[in-house]
């Protein structure tokens, strides 16, 4: 998962807010230097009749590209996760091995997020993301090959998972051209997050039917299909638009400008917090997913209870977001960030009393809804990042995103290993909400008029003139 419009220095506890729901101005602004003549991608007839909130997106051409190939590429890759999880064991008998599928899924976020980040600003983005489609597919296609080794199968799947980064940064950078940069680009990102959180429930699901009728093999056949279609709707349901950095006369090397890039994002004070706020909730909210399977145990739930548990924290997030993106304002949806995280990982707290089952999918499902003040800060991101690192510094937030949530769920399974597991989830709570509470402070700091350009946007205004 952006921006921040100043706010009155007088009031500190209302975070910055876009000054009035005002529809995005559309993509063939200057700003965008769009080629020239290409398809209508505003549909919305004017005047009052004209689609508000989420139908408001959808009317957008370009976007429901997008959403679809979003869509099949994500089903497909939950599909293809479980099934080569299956194909390692039956190939090794480890479960270990059988394991290690699932890690290697996050752990090359970070390597693929930093040292390829420059590819999202460096080439015209519609091409990149064809791109990381056909190389994914790709890779997926030589999973299949029977002569591929339990190591040659390991390999592939970090190699596509170093890919995913860029994909994703480089499409929520090219989502500010198709939808604008306010309320409209906010609720597309919105219903993107809220499909890939539906996904994990429907691809899981359909992953394990595909599975009692199709090999293993069947089954992972079904993502080079999906990513397939994705390039296909990416190629022809998008427009062709320039790179967003100019390099210049040659430019600098790939890794140069992606390391570089890294360096200007983390550097300036603004971007850091905000980025801060992405990432640090979400390393200590994934403690009871990750103990799931122990606390059900611990609390002697039936084997039906794993999955529930499982569900809840998604569930509660769909609801949350779905509510906040449709009932309020833009600018009610940037006074709730703050609060919102600051008590996001209270619900957490109720692992004290090691609850049961009811009680543990209440908090879970709150726990869950917390995450919905994400929406406000995917508007204050997208203000505070320059455009010409916008595709640098989405892609490092998805990186990294993957990589702290990964660490959260190995931090809290070592934990586990000294300490009772409900205990480990009521720590992840206390511990999370104190740091988000620091986080919070530093955030309004960092706001716009409540510091100097100098102190907040040094990097970026480096970056700016160096060109």
């Given at each position: 998962?952006?921006?921040?419009?100043?706010?009155?220095?007088?009031?500190?506890?209302?975070?910055?807010?876009?000054?009035?729901?005002?529809?995005?101005?559309?993509?063939?602004?200057?700003?965008?230097?769009?080629?020239?003549?290409?398809?209508?991608?505003?549909?919305?007839?004017?005047?009052?009749?004209?689609?508000?909130?989420?139908?408001?997106?959808?009317?957008?051409?370009?976007?429901?590209?997008?959403?679809?190939?979003?869509?099949?590429?994500?089903?497909?890759?939950?599909?293809?996760?479980?099934?080569?999880?299956?194909?390692?064991?039956?190939?090794?008998?480890?479960?270990?091995?059988?394991?290690?599928?699932?890690?290697?899924?996050?752990?090359?976020?970070?390597?693929?997020?930093?040292?390829?980040?420059?590819?999202?600003?460096?080439?015209?983005?519609?091409?990149?993301?064809?791109?990381?489609?056909?190389?994914?597919?790709?890779?997926?296609?030589?999973?299949?090959?029977?002569?591929?080794?339990?190591?040659?199968?390991?390999?592939?799947?970090?190699?596509?998972?170093?890919?995913?980064?860029?994909?994703?940064?480089?499409?929520?950078?090219?989502?500010?051209?198709?939808?604008?940069?306010?309320?409209?680009?906010?609720?597309?990102?919105?219903?993107?997050?809220?499909?890939?959180?539906?996904?994990?429930?429907?691809?899981?699901?359909?992953?394990?039917?595909?599975?009692?009728?199709?090999?293993?093999?069947?089954?992972?056949?079904?993502?080079?299909?999906?990513?397939?279609?994705?390039?296909?709707?990416?190629?022809?349901?998008?427009?062709?638009?320039?790179?967003?950095?100019v390099t210049g006369?040659?430019?600098?090397?790939?890794?140069?400008?992606?390391?570089?890039?890294?360096?200007?994002?983390?550097?300036?004070?603004?971007?850091?917090?905000?980025?801060?706020?992405?990432?640090?909730?979400?390393?200590?909210?994934?403690?009871?997913?990750?103990?799931?399977?122990?606390?059900?145990?611990?609390?002697?739930?039936?084997?039906?209870?794993?999955?529930?548990?499982?569900?809840?924290?998604?569930?509660?997030?769909?609801?949350?977001?779905?509510?906040?993106?449709?009932?309020?304002?833009?600018?009610?949806?940037?006074?709730?960030?703050?609060?919102?995280?600051?008590?996001?990982?209270?619900?957490?707290?109720?692992?004290?009393?090691?609850?049961?089952?009811?009680?543990?999918?209440?908090?879970?499902?709150?726990?869950g809804a917390g995450?919905?003040?994400?929406?406000?800060?995917?508007?204050?991101?997208?203000?505070?990042?320059?455009?010409?690192?916008?595709?640098?510094?989405?892609?490092?937030l998805t990186a990294?995103?993957?990589?702290?949530?990964?660490?959260?769920?190995?931090?809290?399974?070592?934990?586990?290993?000294?300490?009772?597991?409900?205990?480990?989830?009521?720590?992840?709570?206390?511990?999370?909400?104190?740091?988000?509470?620091?986080?919070?402070?530093?955030?309004?700091?960092?706001?716009?008029?409540?510091?100097?350009?100098?102190?907040?946007?040094?990097?970026?205004?480096?970056?700016?003139?160096?060109?």
């Open positions: 998962m952006e921006t921040d419009s100043p706010a009155p220095a007088d009031i500190p506890r209302t975070p910055p807010a876009p000054a009035a729901p005002v529809p995005a101005p559309p993509p063939e602004r200057a700003a965008h230097r769009d080629p020239g003549p290409g398809p209508t991608l505003r549909e919305s007839a004017p005047g009052p009749a004209a689609p508000r909130g989420y139908r408001a997106v959808f009317a957008v051409t370009e976007f429901r590209a997008v959403f679809a190939a979003h869509l099949l590429s994500l089903l497909g890759v939950v599909v293809s996760e479980l099934a080569l999880t299956v194909l390692v064991y039956d190939l090794t008998g480890s479960p270990l091995l059988s394991a290690l599928t699932f890690a290697l899924g996050l752990l090359p976020y970070l390597i693929g997020g930093t040292l390829f980040a420059g590819v999202a600003d460096r080439y015209p983005a519609r091409r990149v993301l064809v791109v990381c489609d056909l190389l994914c597919a790709a890779c997926v296609a030589v999973m299949l090959v029977p002569a591929t080794p339990v190591a040659g199968l390991l390999a592939l799947r970090c190699l596509v998972a170093a890919v995913a980064p860029v994909f994703t940064g480089t499409r929520m950078a090219a989502l500010t051209d198709i939808l604008g940069e306010g309320d409209l680009y906010v609720l597309g990102r919105s219903l993107l997050r809220i499909v890939s959180q539906s996904a994990m429930l429907i691809g899981f699901g359909a992953g394990g039917v595909l599975l009692t009728v199709l090999s293993p093999r069947g089954a992972i056949t079904v993502t080079v299909v999906t990513f397939l279609c994705s390039a296909a709707l990416l190629r022809f349901g998008t427009r062709d638009r320039p790179a967003r950095a006369d040659g430019g600098g090397t790939l890794l140069r400008e992606s390391l570089s890039g890294a360096r200007l994002v983390l550097g300036d004070r603004r971007i850091r917090a905000l980025m801060l706020l992405f990432w640090l909730p979400a390393m200590f909210v994934v403690a009871p997913e990750a103990l799931a399977a122990p606390y059900a145990d611990a609390i002697g739930a039936p084997p039906a209870a794993l999955g529930l548990l499982l569900c809840a924290m998604a569930v509660g997030h769909i609801g949350a977001e779905l509510f906040v993106g449709s009932a309020l304002s833009p600018r009610n949806r940037s006074r709730i960030v703050l609060p919102v995280a600051a008590a996001g990982l209270l619900p957490l707290l109720v692992y004290m009393v090691r609850p049961g089952l009811p009680l543990a999918l209440a908090a879970l499902a709150l726990a995450a919905a003040y994400v929406i406000g800060l995917d508007q204050w991101f997208v203000d505070a990042v320059p455009q010409e690192l916008r595709g640098r510094a989405m892609t490092l990294g995103l993957m990589t702290v949530q990964g660490l959260g769920m190995a931090l809290a399974g070592l934990a586990a290993e000294f300490f009772p597991v409900h205990q480990v989830v009521a720590g992840s709570g206390i511990i999370g909400t104190v740091l988000t509470l620091l986080l919070v402070a530093e955030v309004r700091r960092t706001a716009p008029g409540r510091m100097s350009d100098t102190e907040g946007r040094d990097g970026a205004d480096r970056h700016v003139t160096s060109r």
